[in-house]
């Protein structure tokens, strides 16, 4: 179906239309979804929001972009407010577990086991740090490393996600690059020099 | 130092190639199925100005009826002492047989 007509008919409403597009992009939205959120039950829950605001957006959509832009952006804006409210929620969480006078909380250590299924065995482990790693990053440098890790988006498709230029998009990159080498140093010193 | 290089060069590249997840094959099913619940009126939705205007004619109301009814039960227990008073029923503190 070409990409006018498909448009056309979903701001009609068409259910074969939607069924269409919810099949071209169900892969890549869950994909992309598990990569931010790590969670397979969360990633599916977001995957099922994201066609649904789509569904709902979709008569306001002004095609200045792509419907996969469209598809993507709703899909990186669903998994970052969740994140948001995640990240408010463990805040509360450990703020309320201080009031009890228990700090076993603040003091556990996250160890990254989420395992990507799309991931070769021998990488596992390594992929695994990887995204735990990718979490720390400041949001936007987050979003840009995550799409072109997971989705192999290049770096224009990631400027017309996050709606900026593609040298910002370069800049970006390049700063989650070196953020995450100095992350990995941390880590692999503690385990290698001793 | 080499090694860690080594370990962080081999760690950033390992996500490379990677095999998209699959979304789950019912997800088109579950979609439309909370479209419909999304779709569905929970019951008759007014606007909040309204809700506001409505409780506040409820609280009105209220003060009202609770007003009235204190100041006829004022108004019947004067009448009932004026009454007592003109046939000579009332009784003082130190009179007992009037």
């Known amino acids: 179906m070409q990409e ?55 008569a306001s959509f002004r095609e200045e972009a792509s419907i996969s832009t469209f598809v993507y952006r709703i899909a990186v804006n669903e998994c970052l407010a969740f994140l948001r409210k995640q990240k408010r929620q463990k805040r509360l969480g450990a703020w ?7 700090d076993t909380e603040t003091m556990v250590q996250q160890v990254p086991d989420f395992v990507h299924p799309g991931v070769i065995l021998e990488n596992q482990e390594r992929a695994a740090l990887l995204l735990a790693k990718m979490q720390e990053l400041p949001e936007r440098q987050r979003v840009a490393f995550t799409l072109h890790k997971l989705e192999g988006m290049s770096h224009q498709e990631i400027a017309a996600i996050m709606q900026i230029s593609v040298s910002a998009v370069e800049s970006l990159m390049t700063r989650a690059k070196q953020q995450l080498q100095q992350k990995l140093q941390a880590y692999y010193s503690l385990f290698i020099e001793s | 130092m080499k090694n860690i290089e080594e370990e962080i060069q081999k760690t950033l590249h390992s996500l490379d190639g990677l095999e998209r997840a699959k979304a789950n094959p019912f997800l088109y099913a579950k979609i439309r199925h909370r479209l419909a619940e999304a779709q569905t009126p929970l019951g008759i939705r007014l606007p909040v100005s309204l809700q506001l205007g409505m409780l506040t004619l409820v609280l009105v ?25 003109s046939m000579g029923l009332t009784l003082t503190d130190n009179s007992f047989y009037p």
Do not use: H, P
Request: charged share 20%; proline share 0%.
């Open chain 1, 4 to 58: 006018k007509t498909l448009i056309d008919k979903l701001k009609q409403a068409d259910q074969q239309a939607f069924r269409y597009l919810v099949e071209q992009y169900q892969d890549k939205v869950f994909n992309t979804c598990v990569g931010f959120v790590r969670n397979f039950t969360d990633a599916e829950d977001l995957t099922q929001e994201v066609f649904v605001k789509v569904y709902q957006t979709m």
């Open chain 1, 96 to 102: 309320l577990s201080w009031l009890k006078g228990d």
């Open chain 2, 61 to 85: 109301l209220n003060f009202w009826t609770i007003a009235s009814n204190w100041q006829k039960s004022q108004s019947s227990a004067n009448n009932a002492t004026t009454f007592a008073e």
